[in-house]
Each structure stands twice: as C-alpha cells, then as structure tokens.
C-alpha cells in the first residue's frame, strides 16, 4: 500500500480481518475467557522463546503457554490441555481460532500484577 497513510492502512487491516474473523476477543494472564458453554481459553503467560512457525522455520519471538478447557469433559487428562501458541498459530476449540497479537507485559512482583495478554480470533471458515 505504497502512498496511504498509516491510518488508511490501519482500515484496510481492520476490514480485511473483519472477513477473517467471525469475532475477536482477548485474554489477560491469569484469566479465563469463555468462548461458549463449553469452552474456555486461560493465558497462563508470554515469554520471548524459539519456536517452528506455520512454514517450518525455526523463529524468535513471543510465545504464549494457554490452556484450552472443555467443561464438559470428565477425563481429568483431557479436560484443559496446555499448549504453545504465537502470533498466526491455530488452535482449535469450538471451532478454528487464530492468534492475531502477544503482548508480554511486564509484573513489578506484585501478584496479579502481570499486564500480558493475547488477541485471538474466530476464523470465519
């Protein structure tokens, strides 16, 4: 978008996620956001780390640990799987979600302190 200003392509961005995504939501460290009456996505925290991205290329970057929880699970085992995300990974719930933004804040040790949160979003397929 050679010639447009940050705010036209910030627009463009913005509509061209909007027939991305079904919906966009966020999760804080420490807290759990509830999809829908089965699942639910905990940000347990961001770190900077090695990771294989969608290509297979080894990359630096944020990494987010979440856990992905099924209510309605009973196996104990199953029923909140942590796993590794970054920016772009796919994770599935009750549907296909993708991770649009890490933020890894910072904590000044003071429990409940951390400020790290994660955008994610319903991919319309």
């Known amino acids: 978008m050679t010639g447009c200003s940050n705010a036209q392509q910030e627009q463009a961005t913005m509509t061209a996620q909007a027939t991305r995504f079904i919906q966009i ?3 804080n460290h420490g807290v759990v956001q509830t999809l829908n009456h ?4 905990g940000l347990l925290g961001v770190s900077n780390s090695t990771y294989t991205d969608t290509n297979g290329v080894q990359q ?3 990494v987010a640990r979440i856990s992905i929880a099924d209510r309605l699970q009973t196996d104990p085992e199953y029923r909140a799987p942590n796993i590794l ?3 772009g990974s796919i ?3 009750d549907g ?3 991770v649009i933004e890490l933020h890894k804040g910072s904590s000044n040790g003071m429990p409940g ?5 994660m955008v994610f979003g319903k991919l319309a397929d």
């Open 25 to 27: 939501q966020n999760v």
């Open 38 to 41: 089965q699942f639910a996505v």
């Open 60 to 62: 630096e970057g944020l």
């Open 85 to 87: 995300v970054h920016e």
């Open 91 to 93: 994770f599935e719930a």
């Open 96 to 98: 296909r979600y993708e």
């Open 113 to 117: 302190s951390n400020s790290s949160y």
